[in-house]
């Protein structure tokens, strides 16, 4: 049955649900309160790497992210083919990097876990890591090589799947400033803060780290938090760096347009968006130890965005119980361009009542308990 | 009540020693570190930007408060390698307090108690404050003891399993020997683990996964630190004798009608 949804937030997710409802044959309309891509969207880095991201295991925000990584090759093809805009998606693989010897007992347990789960990773080291990687600095003791991930052009993917949404007949309304549920239990009403209302029969919201406004709405606790992500890029044409490179305190991703994107802080600072010298004299100092020719040079952009947290680290993904008209799809920290697509189809399925959410439990939206 | 312990020239009011690691993000690791009322905290090496640890990605996020500072040696496989990092950690200003973590496997990175033994050796002639990590075996904690360290650390389980106390009959006996403070670090799962190793005795314990494993980290600790003084309280008040049979609490003196 076709319905009319309403999406609440115009981040990466949010454009990803309306995207896959769309396509779906659903009548969706995207409310974003200030213009989309925002916020943690705009700020990414475009990291496509389950496996470097989660170092300890694989548990369900793992598998979700394999999940996603494995739909992107067919995803971003529709997204370009929707929008008509071309976005960088690179499979570049990835170089985790350690300087200790100490650290290499940790790499055979992520290396025989990564393997179990459909990667071919191996720890590269001396003659072979340079060759891979040739202005990695030389006391590098070791890398995990992760050829499976693939890092994409955030701003740009977020741009086409706006233009795609539009052109497949999403309505899209920005500057809505405040907005607030006003029915969500017979059919959903959403005001804006002119006063306008929107109804419809279905609600996705994809708020990011503004989601916990709607705890007394809902009477469950949401508890997000705002992070920032403080990031810089270097002007980066005659350093060729090959792979994405992660390492303890941070990461390196080279793009097509010639720039090496670096990130990222993760600061407590509330609703803050500002980009601070700490903040970015802390990633400088610690890239220089990764690639000694970045010494003397300077970041020539700098920017931040609000990553929204959750308590336990997953993100609340599903219906409510009290009304599956509402379902919640935010919460994803620092993988929401990576889980866009895993996300997007997980909702709509949900939406169109296909999957059981048993799967999915981890993620519940209701597993904080109640107000 | 005042109920301190000491462990080499530090005064230590707190029993809970908390692992920095696996939180979900700094806002929640750092309310958790707080609710803890832990004093002490433990980090990897290997992990932390030793050039500038105020800068590093976990410690920047603690520096506002006066905690001691017990790096680890984490991923070390021999006695040189845990020595090698632990010096590295001296140098870099962090703190001359070394937990030795030394592990030969990386599916139950048990502690490897002969590497053990001899980088506690190395590391007390050099003057490091030492509190190696090492199975729950009584002869060889003793060792260690006399080895120099200034407490040691048993598992009551593996890393990170949240077994809780497999072995509390060894662990009992450890206390016993003891003259250093003993610690039980590492396999702890839930309040009652904690409390568990508290009425055994031991001096102090060490928890990381428990926590920032929780639903809701915050919380846990606060937990956590209730049952680690319970635990304390039972320990110092005595428990009482186990019996077989019932036995009405007021004595038949008090029901006589007289």
């Keep these: 049955m076709k319905e009319q949804v309403i999406v609440m937030g115009g981040g990466v997710i949010g454009l990803s649900c309306a995207f896959e409802l769309r396509k779906r044959g659903h009548e969706v309309t995207v409310m974003e309160t200030s213009r989309c891509g925002g916020q943690a969207s705009g700020a990414a880095a475009g990291m496509l790497a389950p496996y470097s991201e989660n170092v300890e295991g694989p548990d369900a925000f793992f598998q979700l992210g394999l999940e996603s990584l494995q739909l992107y090759p067919e995803w971003q093809a529709a997204v370009k083919l929707a929008s008509g805009h071309s976005f960088e998606y690179t499979n570049s693989g990835s170089l985790y990097a350690v300087f200790h010897d100490a650290d290499l007992l940790a790499f055979e347990g992520r290396q025989l876990w990564q393997c179990r789960h459909g990667a071919s990773s191996r720890i590269v080291e001396g003659g072979e890591l340079q060759r891979l990687e040739p202005n990695l600095a030389s006391n590098v003791r070791a890398a995990l090589y992760t050829p499976e991930e693939s890092h994409l052009y955030a701003p740009h993917y977020v741009k086409a799947l706006e233009q795609g949404c539009r052109l497949m007949g999403v309505e899209i309304i920005e500057q809505l400033e405040q907005l607030a549920v006003t029915e969500w239990q017979s059919e959903i009403r959403v005001r804006a803060a002119d006063g306008r209302i929107f109804s419809g029969d279905r609600l996705v919201v994809c708020s990011g780290a503004w989601a916990k406004e709607l705890e007394e709405t809902f009477g469950i606790r949401i508890p997000v938090y705002p992070i920032r992500g403080q990031i810089c890029a270097y002007e980066a044409d005659a350093l060729p760096v090959r792979h994405m490179v992660f390492s303890s305190q941070g990461y390196l991703v080279a793009k097509e347009n010639g720039t090496l994107v670096c990130g990222a802080s993760e600061d407590v600072a509330g609703f803050d968006t500002s980009v601070t010298d700490k903040g970015i004299e802390r990633l400088r100092k610690w890239n220089r130890r990764l690639f000694p020719e970045l010494e003397h040079r300077d970041p020539f952009h700098r920017w931040a965005g609000l990553r929204p947290s959750t308590q336990d680290g997953f993100p609340l993904l599903g219906p409510l119980s009290s009304s599956d008209r509402v379902i919640m799809a935010a919460g994803h920290y620092r993988n929401g361009i990576l889980l866009s697509p895993a996300t997007a189809r997980f909702v709509a399925d949900c939406l169109d009542e296909k999957q059981t959410v048993e799967c999915k439990k981890a993620f519940s939206p209701e597993r904080f308990g109640y107000l | ?258």
Aim: proline share 5%.
């Design chain 2, 1 to 258: 009540m005042r109920d301190l312990f000491r462990i080499g020239n530090q005064e230590l009011s707190s029993r809970f020693f908390i692992g920095t690691g696996l939180f979900p993000n700094p806002h929640v690791q750092k309310e958790a570190i707080k609710a803890s009322g832990a004093q002490v905290l433990t980090f990897a090496i290997r992990r932390i930007n030793l050039e500038s640890a105020r800068d590093d990605s976990i410690l920047q996020h603690v520096q506002d408060e006066a905690y001691t500072y017990l790096p680890n040696t984490s991923g070390a496989r021999t006695a040189d390698e845990a020595v090698r990092i632990a010096r590295l950690a001296r140098a870099s200003g962090l703190s001359d307090w070394i937990k030795v973590e030394i592990s030969a496997n990386e599916r139950t990175l048990l502690p490897d108690p002969i590497e053990t033994l001899k980088a506690t050796e190395i590391l007390v002639k050099e003057g490091f404050t030492v509190l190696p990590y090492i199975t729950d075996d009584p002869i060889m904690c003793k060792r260690l003891e006399e080895a120099g360290a200034a407490a040691v650390m048993p598992g009551a389980a593996p890393i990170g399993t949240g077994l809780g106390i497999l072995n509390p009959y060894h662990l009992g006996l450890i206390v016993e020997e003891a003259s250093v403070p003993i610690i039980v670090d590492a396999g702890l799962g839930t309040v009652s683990d904690a409390a568990q190793a508290m009425e055994l005795g031991v001096s102090a314990v060490l928890m990381n996964t428990p926590v920032a494993k929780a639903k809701d980290p915050v919380w846990m600790a606060g937990a956590m630190r209730l049952a680690i003084e319970a635990g304390r309280l039972a320990y110092l008040s005595g428990r009482m004798e186990k019996k077989k049979y019932a036995s009405a609490s007021s004595g038949y003196e008090a029901f006589k009608l007289n």
